[in-house]
């Protein structure tokens, strides 16, 4: 276990290095702030019994290590479905905006499953937990555990790794299941790399989580691959799983260039 990725300090919450991000020693990586507005949206309450089927983050400039402010609040109310917003400041700047669609839970029997098959991706036992210690404190190298079954930051090309936090998201509080895949998620382009990164910027502008059911457990498996046009434009996509099997997807726009 680490110190939290955060500490409450009031209405702000200060970040730990464990949160930063690989681009910028003094900016944060994605996951942790994903995780942090996920936290922000279960908080807003409904009526009915929701399940997050959309989350989409959008990263409108390099995320500080400072003191941050979250807010979210129900934009479209309904007993169906709900649009939460919810936005990241850094004193009086807005660093991120999210949008969340929820829909109501309900029990459907007799209209059966498709496309929720069983775990797709090798067991996470066969793969290795090597990570890279030159990156020192950060969220990719100290904030998470990782198993690589396929591929591996340094293999450029698709990769498959199941992923979990090594800590609290805030303070000592248990992060939930939701918490911790659009943290996950949020790897996607650095798993699958295709680029060197010592030569080459790929940085994500949003990153859009999509769930047909709710995650379970501290592990989330991403089977990830990059592609690149060649102008300058990217995209991350992965497919997610939990131990039960498929959650669903997710993908990263991508703005690359030359270091």
């Known amino acids: 276990m680490i110190e939290p990725l955060f500490r409450r300090d009031g209405n702000r919450f200060v ?3 464990h949160a930063r991000g690989p681009w910028d ?3 944060l990586h994605g996951g942790p702030v994903a995780a942090l507005i996920a936290r922000a949206v279960e908080a807003v309450p409904s009526d009915d019994p929701v399940q997050v089927a959309r989350f989409t983050m959008e990263i409108l400039r390099p995320v500080p290590l400072r003191p941050l402010e979250v807010s979210a609040r129900v934009l479209r109310p309904g007993r169906r ?14 660093v991120c905006t999210a949008t969340v669609w929820r829909i109501r839970v309900q029990d459907l029997d007799g209209l059966g499953t498709v496309g ?5 991706a090798p067991g996470r036992d066969s793969g290795s937990s090597e990570q890279d210690a030159a990156w020192g404190a950060a969220f990719h190298s100290t904030g998470v555990e990782m198993r690589f079954v396929r591929g591996h930051f340094v293999e450029p090309g698709p990769a498959t790794v199941w992923i979990r936090l090594r800590g609290a998201v805030v303070d000592e509080e248990e992060p939930s299941p939701l918490m911790r895949t659009v943290a996950a998620a949020d790897f996607g382009n650095g798993v699958s790399a295709v680029l060197d990164w010592t030569t080459a910027l790929f940085v994500n502008t949003e990153l859009t989580v999509h769930l047909v059911r709710p995650p379970d457990g501290e592990w989330v498996c991403l089977d990830a691959r990059t592609q690149l046009s060649g102008n300058g434009v990217g995209l ?13 997807r ?10």
Do not use: K
């Open 250 to 259: 997710s993908a990263q726009v991508l703005f690359v260039a030359r270091q």
């Open 25 to 27: 020693e003094g900016a």
């Open 236 to 248: 991350a996509a992965c497919a997610l799983f939990d131990d039960h099997g498929s959650i669903g």
């Open 116 to 120: 929720t098959d069983q775990l797709a």
């Open 81 to 94: 479905v709900q649009l939460v917003g919810a936005t990241v400041a850094a004193g009086d700047t807005e």
């Open 15 to 17: 970040p730990s290095e």
